[in-house]
């Protein structure tokens, strides 16, 4: 059984960082790569950040420079380093691996201005 679980989300001022994490169970995860997706209110789930199983990443127009994705193959978890959020950041915070149509709940990300 697949489980991904998503944390470190919260309600920060812009401006502040966040490290968001995701722990996998259930999948080989050193051979899957690993997506970070976002879904802000009553917008599409778009994708943030990807990082393949040999950690090549690669980053949404909008959060390059500020974001940044990782792996830990030994602790089956990536995670996401958010700088300099901003107020547009707001989302709940999804991770995926490979292709796979699973999904964790998601973690809440509230930036203020």
């Known amino acids: 059984q697949v489980q991904l679980v998503e944390s470190g989300g919260g309600s920060v001022q812009a401006g502040v960082s966040l490290r968001l994490s995701c722990a996998a169970s259930?999948?080989?995860?050193?051979?899957?790569?690993m997506t970070w997706y976002r879904q802000a209110p009553g917008k599409q789930r778009e994708l943030v950040a990807t990082?393949?199983?040999?950690?090549?990443?690669n980053y949404a127009d909008s959060v390059k420079g500020r974001f940044t994705i990782s792996r830990d193959n030994a602790k089956n978890t990536v995670y996401l380093q958010m700088n300099s959020l901003k107020p547009e950041d707001t989302a709940v915070y999804y991770c995926?691996?490979?292709?796979?149509?699973?999904w964790g709940q998601g973690t809440q990300v509230t930036v203020s201005s």
């Open positions: 995926r691996p490979g292709t796979w149509n699973y």
């Open positions: 259930g999948i080989i995860f050193s051979l899957n790569a």
């Open positions: 990082i393949t199983s040999g950690g090549l990443t």
